[in-house]
């Protein structure tokens, strides 16, 4: 992951943000499964290639790559002003996109099995599948590691408590200028972006100066400018996560991307594909908002025209298309959530099968029975 600089007193935090944030790497294979549960759906190949290639065609489409001689996809452009931060700032396993999965609750029949090039080139066997003598499925307590369900879990609370709230339209994008905001005499700000700026410094620091900073998300805030950061209001930290973040954010709207990622693939592939379609315009507008001038970007397919947000007409803009990106992020944000809750459900449902499967037998003799009863039942570690 590409490492910018940021102020001393947000290094803690970060450090819990990026293990709950970065996606690990891919987990090898599961064991061959006994048989597959009886209560899933049957997808048989005529069904699913015909899904599993629309979806890769998609993708690259979104992506605007192009397949490398080994299948996989091109390596961008990390100048892209729009792609370097989906791809460098969420940092995950480019193979998952291109992989396809019906999401949860149903087997893949007929996939090839095996490893490197024997794989099914198609369908997604890292983390979380399950492999039968008829297909595969994917199981949520293969896909994610007990040690990141918590966050998991976090993140779940994030989504739920989001969606209960009305959209913020009162940011106009000045988080991209507090990272850039130099007052006289304070150091330089590292640029995150190779690119000038469509106005002068001077300029750039009376914008912030004389608009009312209000960003609620902790992941933009922490990389503003030490002497932006107490003009913001609120103070977003790691802790306040659940209670700050909103519908409106355009940060937040690129999230639900990486948070499709951290899922996959006990979620369909489509879900993945419609969030980092809309986090590439939510991308996009975040660009377009701020002070960097993208009339020299390379980036055919987009419109990369200044919102000027520091005019009263380019703040009305900015919100009416703010707006429309919160509308086009509710209903994947609802969707994402059921997922997790599945996901949830799941988990909860192994570890308290676990638990059973700990209950130390009760002996007859009056002392060991006493000693069960005064320390209660206490889960056997695993090998005991």
Not at 76 to 97: A, G, T, V
Not at 139 to 165: H, K, N, V, Y
Request: charged content about 20%; glycine content about 6%; some cysteine.
């Amino acid at each position: 992951m590409r490492v910018f600089e940021f102020e001393e007193n947000y290094n803690n935090e970060l450090v819990q943000y990026l293990k709950m944030c970065v996606i690990g790497p891919m987990r090898p294979p599961t064991r061959l499964a006994s048989a597959a549960p009886a209560h899933l759906a049957s997808l048989e190949p005529s069904a699913w290639r015909p899904a599993a290639t629309a979806h890769r065609d998609r993708m690259l489409e979104l992506v605007h790559g192009s397949l490398a001689a080994n299948g996989e996809l091109q390596q961008h452009d990390p100048s892209h002003p729009i792609f370097n931060f989906i791809f460098d700032y969420y940092s995950f396993d480019r193979k998952m996109l291109l992989r396809w999965s019906p999401g949860p609750h149903a087997l893949v029949r007929r996939a090839r099995q095996g490893r490197g090039s024997a794989r099914e080139p198609l369908i997604w066997q890292g983390r979380g599948w399950r492999q039968t003598a008829e297909g595969g499925w994917y199981d949520a307590c293969e896909t994610t590691q007990p040690s990141a369900r918590r966050s998991m879990r976090q993140t779940a609370e994030i989504l739920r408590r989001s969606a209960g709230r009305a959209p913020h339209l009162n940011c106009y994008g000045m988080h991209e200028w507090a990272m850039l905001y130099e007052p006289a005499g304070a150091p330089a700000m590292v640029r995150h972006q190779k690119l000038p700026l469509r106005l002068a410094q001077a300029e750039l620091n009376g914008v912030v100066e004389s608009t009312p900073l209000a960003c609620t998300h902790f992941d933009a805030f922490r990389f503003f400018a030490p002497a932006a950061a107490p003009l913001n209001e609120p103070q977003p930290t790691l802790a306040r996560q659940a209670e700050l973040e909103q519908p409106g954010c355009v940060h937040s709207t690129m999230d639900l991307f990486r948070h499709a990622l951290r899922l996959f693939p006990y979620l369909p592939a489509e879900l993945l594909a419609d969030t980092l379609e809309l986090a590439v315009a939510a991308r996009v507008l975040d660009m377009r908002a701020s002070p960097y001038d993208l009339s020299g970007v390379d980036a055919p397919g987009f419109d990369l025209r200044a919102v000027r947000v520091e005019t009263a007409h380019g703040r009305k803009e900015y919100q009416r298309m703010q707006a429309a990106v919160a509308r086009r992020a509710a209903p994947l944000r609802l969707r994402l959530l059921r997922y997790y809750d599945d996901a949830i459900a799941r988990w909860d449902e192994a570890e308290e099968h676990e638990l059973e499967q700990c209950e130390p037998t009760v002996a007859t003799s009056s002392s060991s029975s006493s000693a069960a009863g005064a320390h209660g039942a206490v889960p056997v570690a695993a090998g005991a």
